[in-house]
C-alpha cells in the first residue's frame, strides 16, 4: 500500500464552479478525515467518516460543501458555487479506530 | 483562546544546535501528536503519546498531562530538520485531531 493518496494535487478553478476532491485511505482504515489549511495556519477539522458513515461536520462546512464515502474505501468532498475564500490546501487523513493518522499529500485549492 | 498554542512561531537555527518546540493544551485529551509538514504540503506524524517519553533517531517528544503540555526536541538539528512542526490533540481515541498553528524551522548550515 501506497498511503493515502488524494486527487488532484492542484485545482484552480473560477468563482462559482464547482469542485470536487478525492481520497484515497489507506486500505485497512476505518476512519476517513477531511481538514483544511490556509496559508500559516495549522489545518482545522471539516469532516470525519468511520466506514460509509459521517459522524461529525464541523460548523466550517457550509452547505456548500458536501463529503461522501460511499462504500466505506475512498471519499469525495464537493465544493459547490465556489467563493475566493475557499482557496486552501485541503488534507485527507485515515486511520484505524485508535491509531495515528496518516496525510495524504492535500489538494491545493485556488479560486479566482 | 486555541485550544493548542505552540511556541515560538518562528524559530531559526545554526546546524548542530538543539532545539526545542513547546505546545500547551487546554482540554483534556486522550493522545497528543507532533507533525512534521514539508513545503508542498505532506503531513508526516512524528509522535502519537499520551504520558512520557518518545524518542526517534534525533527527535525526542515527552508530554506532562498534569501541566498539559508537551515538548518536542531536536538534537544536532541538520537543515533537513527545516519544516513545519504542529502539535495536535484528540480529545478522546482515534477522534478528529485540533491543531495548533505550527511551528517553523529554519535550521541553517
Known amino acids: 500500500d501506497t498511503g493515502v493518496s488524494q486527487d488532484p494535487r492542484h485545482k484552480i478553478t473560477k468563482r462559482g464552479q464547482n469542485v470536487t476532491f478525492r481520497c484515497d485511505p489507506i486500505?485497512?482504515?476505518?476512519?476517513l478525515y477531511w481538514y483544511r489549511q490556509t496559508l500559516g495556519q495549522g489545518p482545522e477539522f471539516l469532516t470525519y467518516?468511520?466506514?460509509?458513515?459521517?459522524?461529525?461536520k464541523s460548523r466550517l462546512l457550509s452547505d456548500r460543501f458536501s463529503a461522501e464515502r460511499p462504500k466505506g474505501s475512498f471519499s469525495t468532498l464537493e465544493i459547490q458555487r465556489t467563493e475566493q475564500g475557499d482557496s486552501a490546501m485541503y488534507l485527507c487523513?485515515?486511520?484505524?479506530?485508535?491509531?495515528?493518522?496518516?496525510f495524504g499529500q492535500g489538494t491545493r485549492l485556488t479560486v479566482v | 483562546k486555541n485550544e493548542v498554542e505552540q511556541s515560538p512561531q518562528n524559530l531559526t537555527a545554526q546546524e548542530g544546535e538543539f532545539i526545542t518546540i513547546n505546545c500547551s493544551y487546554s482540554v483534556g485529551i486522550s493522545a497528543l501528536h507532533w507533525l512534521q509538514q514539508h513545503p508542498g504540503g505532506g503531513i508526516v506524524s512524528l509522535f502519537m503519546l499520551s504520558s512520557g517519553k518518545k524518542k526517534h533517531g534525533r527527535l525526542i517528544a515527552t508530554i506532562n498531562i498534569q501541566e498539559k503540555h508537551s515538548s518536542l526536541h531536536i538534537t544536532a538539528s541538520h537543515p533537513r530538520d527545516s519544516a513545519v512542526y504542529i502539535c495536535?490533540?484528540?480529545?478522546?481515541?482515534?477522534?478528529?485531531?485540533?491543531f495548533g498553528g505550527g511551528t517553523r524551522v529554519l535550521v541553517k548550515p
Open positions: 487523513a485515515s486511520s484505524l479506530t485508535t491509531g495515528k493518522a496518516f
Open positions: 467518516f468511520q466506514n460509509e458513515a459521517q459522524l461529525e
Open positions: 486500505s485497512e482504515h476505518n476512519r
Open positions: 495536535a490533540v484528540s480529545k478522546a481515541a482515534g477522534n478528529k485531531l485540533t
